[in-house]
């Protein structure tokens, strides 16, 4: 088996694209080699904790009310290619996903990690929920078999802050400096929402080598 490492953040509609794209891909060659681990990247680390209204981020984010525009066309119509149905325009808030990425890191530990992974994409882009919001991360938690009043718990400490600041830069260090960010057996970085294709024609190449 091969470690596949990903970067990523919830709130990141190029990783919900790319994750999809990989599912793909996944779902097309069923004997894949990939044990995959997610991990974080605070997109925004210095957002604050009740989160930030969408349309006024994204404008000062790419620089213009216009330039916002252009740039959710061509994500929308990327998502709409990989079959996903979402609208970033209903999206109210932009969370701040410290405790967000602590749940994912508790969800490796319970063995849950890729489902509590698709449910906060869907919870964020699909049903517009604010996955900064512990209760929601709560809710997450036990739809994917966890147990809530523990994580509720968790998630009213601080016991695992640094470790997520830390891991988040130490990816940094390595030079990612975008997510959603593929790391092929520690050895190869595969940078962005690639096409599922691509992951078919990499799988393909490693079942060769074996």
């Known amino acids: 088996m091969i470690k596949l490492d990903v970067i990523s953040d919830p709130i990141c509609p190029w990783c919900y694209i790319g994750k999809t794209r990989l599912d793909q891909a996944l779902a097309a060659r ?5 044990v995959i ?15 930030i209204d969408r349309k006024g981020y994204y404008e000062t984010k790419f620089g213009s009310r216009e330039a916002a525009a252009e740039t959710v066309a061509t994500i929308m119509e990327a998502a709409k290619e990989t079959g996903l149905d979402f609208d970033l325009s209903a999206i109210p808030r932009v969370p701040n996903t410290l405790d967000a990425h602590r749940l994912i890191l508790w969800a490796e530990v319970e063995g849950c990690q890729q489902a509590v992974v698709d449910a906060l994409f869907r919870a964020y882009f699909q049903d517009c929920r604010d996955i900064g919001d512990r209760d929601v991360l709560c809710d997450i938690a036990d739809g994917a078999g966890m147990d809530a009043a523990m994580m509720h718990r968790l998630l009213g400490g601080d016991a695992d802050l640094k470790l ?6 130490a990816f940094r260090g390595m030079g990612v400096t ?11 970085a595969v940078p962005g929402a690639q096409p599922a294709q691509l992951w078919i024609q990499v799988i393909d190449e490693i079942a060769g080598m074996a």
């Open 37 to 51: 681990e997610w991990h974080p990247f605070q997109l925004n680390p210095d957002m604050p904790r009740e989160g």
């Open 164 to 169: 997520i600041v830390e891991r988040d830069a």
């Open 30 to 34: 069923p004997k894949h080699p990939f």
């Open 178 to 188: 975008g997510v959603p960010t593929f790391l092929v057996d520690r050895k190869q």
